[in-house]
């Protein structure tokens, strides 16, 4: 934390009382609101011993639903990545017009209803769509398959990669890059060379926000897949299917298991931020 | 130099083209991009907008017109609203008081708390929405406690309001911190010199100043409030006239096979979307602005 | 020849930034490109680097024309306005950059890059990153990156546009020392005219995207060829007058400069312009040329003294050496005149020298 210079000079001596208040109510919010919940549900899971926690993730049904995510987990990772930096590099550096607009497409993802995009994909990719039709004549499944929700978290989580990285490339600007042309290097490896290095903690960050979304999209992803046990069930899907049948203890445990890799992503992000930062 | 005329034009010609080729081949890898860019975002956002919308206009506007106003449909459309306002007006009051809570006083752990605060963000809306029906859910103790007061949380609506509040905590915070603390505190030592309180310092300087950031994470809380699924299924249920919200209606008429129902609604909140992404970005370019002025200023 | 410019056009939208411009530099010359912001002259490096196409015109390196060829192939070294240092690496490792891609030997580039680090004295500070170097230092390292390569021609912008007066100062001083040595072609870009005048063999004179002058400093100085120039270039004390019946008439006073040549001048508004160090201040009045003024300031200036005088209200700067005005002990509020020991006249309207010659002729300048 950057060291705030007159931090309480505005409140001084008569208002200290009102700064205590204001601390308290802030931090009893805090953890009421988001700390509370996450430790019931841990005191929940355990409260029965490690036992049923062990039994009910080892599954056939819930470790096909994490591998599930797994998988999707890092087609995002791969695409998304390549495909973020392309798009930062498209908006920094090149003028078209309706790049304004094509940058609103951009952020797009962020403000649309999980459940509406995952809708909008059944409509294009499905056996009727647009592009679905041509799929379902080459007898190639995307909607209800596993096309079809890699394409969803692949929507949801699109713009992370692009937004972190189009900030760091602005500021490092191009004289870098020409000093590596002057030297002999070409446009490929002055790339690798000069331009990831200096984005590398932008582009870490984002890729760190895509993990979380993509382990956690519900949503798009459920309205694409169908659910369909065994096959088309992420672990937030799995989550959901033991929740609705009644199955406490494999929700939960499937749960913490969610949470505490959220809090491990969570440990990353902070560490990657502070790396960009600097 | 006279015989030499010949032979340099031709070179210069050649030049020429050769000039031609090299920017057409400078250009080509920036073509490259910009075509796998258009692919990228046609394929993913564009063309399902599309397909989307005119899916929708398919039947005509009456016909989209009678989904939209059902009474099922109109109710779910309100309550999310409803619900969406009532989490943005509280979130943007204790957003604002954490924010300067943890950028101008110390406290012990104050460092972990700031850390946690992404934590919303990180953890699956699922997740978020099983822990808040174990602490909430009639079952649970804190559930059956506010039972015996008639006070229901969980599947009523404000198991949907408290689910909002979790996932769109981080928004407000995190937008108004980085304006906080870069804020000049020198602007409040001179309202302090000029005479003014307190009270005055505060909604005549401070908050005209972080106004452009608080209504961008409040546009931002909203976005996320009327498109928010995942933990409101699992908290408030799908009860008609009761708990269900816009998403998890259109994710019913899906579930039951009804496309045509479910086009309406998606179609109001397709649009929510993009007036609040033209609203942000009017936002970020007044307070560009206003920046701009006051340091011509 | 090392580098022929020959008629290089380059438009942005519709700006101009480099309007036909031609110059050559000799093997070993060190140029000046010397103008105000703006005026197109770090394009015209960027252009020589290949940095940027040129609309038209032509761009040879010791007799090659080089101008579609891209900066990667053209082997020149570039030092830039901000350095842009590799900021992911250390000195060293950006002295070994350019050196590393044309994939020399480990034991020959460890060797280049100890003796480049010898000679921009930055020893025990190889392993440094460029954020903990100071501005100097980093310069420095730009200077040894972009020498690394060995390349034909040393293209610099804004050197030392960046830096304090005093590392400025030094810096420009072992550039000047390394030229001697070394005898590198060399160009570099800058605004200041000081810097300009101190370092380089050539000064290339830059306005609006056209070449306004070329010359060694002191032809620049001494003979401008534009009003523009002589402006620019050191002080000056500008006054419009009009010659008419073979005088020149300073305006809006009743002072005259007497054409004493046989020759006649060309009738018309003009320019006149005086150097501050080409007024002598007598006493009394001992040629009929010479004009009254009121001394009104005398600044010491450590070297020298600086006189405001006033010459029917315009403002007159005169420069005095120490020993002068010990002899004459000038007062302020004192009556006195001066002499105009030379002085150029320019046209007014086009700005361009227009008596030079026949002044020369007549005695009135060397």
Partial sequence: MKEQPGQIRIFRKKHYLGKYILITLVVAW???????????????????????????????????????????????????????????????????????????????????????????????????????????????KIVYAFPGMMIATLFVTLPFVAREVIPVLREFGLQQEEAAYILGASKWQTFWKVTVPSIKWGLAYGVTLTIA???????????????????????????HQEFTDFNYAGAFSAAVVLAVSSFLILTMMQFVYKRKRS | MEPMAYGQRQWKNWVMKNRLLRYFSSQIDNLILRSLSFFYIGILIILPIAALIAKA??????????????????????????????????????????????VRYNFPLKNIMNSLIDLPFAIPTVVTGIMLVNLYGPNS?????????????????????????????????????????EMEQDMEEAAKTLGASSFNIFFRIVLPTLLPAILTGAALSFSRAIGEFGSIAIIAGNIPFKTQVASVYIYGELESYNQQGALGLSVVLLLCSFIILVLLNLIQIWSRKHEGTARSN | MAILVKDIFKKFGDFVAVDHVSFEVQEGELVALLGPSGCGKSTILRIIAGLETPDSGEIYLTGKQVT??????????????????????????????????????????????????D?????????????????????????????????????????????????????????RDFHQKSKVTAIFVTHDQNEAIEISDKIIVIRQGKVEQ????????????????????????????????????????????????????????????????????????????????????????????????????????????????NKEQWRENQQAHMHFKSFRIFDAEEGHERVHEKLKEAGYIE
């Fill in chain 3, 214 to 325: 070329v010359g060694s400093a002191r032809e620049v100085y001494e003979y401008p060829r534009s009003k523009f120039v002589a402006s620019f270039i050191g002080q000056v004390n500008v006054m419009d007058a009009v010659i008419s019946q073979n005088r020149i008439q300073i305006k809006d006073t009743d002072h005259v400069v007497e054409n004493t040549s046989n020759d006649s001048l060309d009738e018309g508004d003009v320019v006149l312009l005086v150097r501050p160090e080409e007024i002598m201040l007598t006493p009394e009045k001992q040629q009929p040329n010479d004009l009254p003024i009121l001394i009104r300031q005398i600044h010491y200036r450590g070297s020298h003294y600086e006189i405001d005088c006033e010459l029917n209200g315009l403002n007159i700067k005169v420069i005095e050496n120490k020993v002068d005005l």
């Fill in chain 2, 141 to 181: 103790i804190f559930g059956a406690w506010l039972g015996k007061y008639g006070i229901e949380i969980a599947f009523a609506r404000p198991g949907i309001i408290i689910a909002l509040l979790y996932v769109s905590f981080p928004f407000v915070v995190r937008t108004v911190q980085p304006v906080l603390q």
């Fill in chain 2, 57 to 102: 206009f398919e039947g005509g506007m009456a016909s989209l017109w009678s989904n939209i106003v059902t009474p099922q449909a109109i109710y779910s459309l309100k309550l999310t609203f409803i619900t969406a306002v009532v989490m943005v007006i509280v979130n943007v009051v204790t957003g604002t008081a954490t924010a300067w809570v943890v």
């Fill in chain 3, 68 to 117: 579609t060829l891209s900066p990667q192939k053209r082997k020149v070294g570039f030092v830039f306005q901000h350095y842009a240092l590799f900021k992911h690496m250390t000195a060293e490792k950006n002295i070994a950059f350019g050196m590393e891609i044309q994939k020399k030997s480990k034991a020959e580039i460890q060797e280049k890059v100890h003796a480049l680090i």
């Fill in chain 1, 213 to 239: 979304r993509s382990i956690g999209e519900f949503g798009a992803v459920l309205v694409v897949s169908g659910s369909i046990i065994n096959k088309t069930q992420t672990a937030t899907l799995h989550i």
């Fill in chain 3, 119 to 175: 000679l921009v004295k930055l020893q025990g500070y190889e392993k440094h990153y460029p954020d903990q170097l100071s501005g100097g230092q980093r310069q420095r390292v730009a200077l040894a990156r972009a020498l690394a390569t060995e390349p034909k021609v040393l293209l610099l912008d804004e050197p030392f546009g960046a830096l304090d007066a005093k590392v400025r100062d030094n810096l420009a001083q072992w550039l």
């Fill in chain 1, 30 to 140: 805090f953890l009421v609101l988001t700390m509370l919940p996450v430790y019931g549900v841990i005191e929940g899971t355990f409260k029965n011993g490690w036992h049923i926690f062990i039994t009910s993730l080892v599954t056939p049904a819930s470790k096909h639903a994490f591998l599930l995510t797994f998988w999707i987990t890092v087609g995002t990772i791969i695409l998304n990545t390549v495909f973020g930096v392309i798009l930062a590099i498209v908006l920094v550096k090149q003028k078209f017009k309706g790049k304004l607009l094509f940058e609103g497409f951009v952020d797009l993802p962020f403000a649309v209803s999980p459940v509406v995009a995952g809708f909008m994909f059944i409509v294009l990719f499905g056996p009727k769509g647009w592009i679905g039709n041509w799929f379902e004549m080459h007898q190639i």
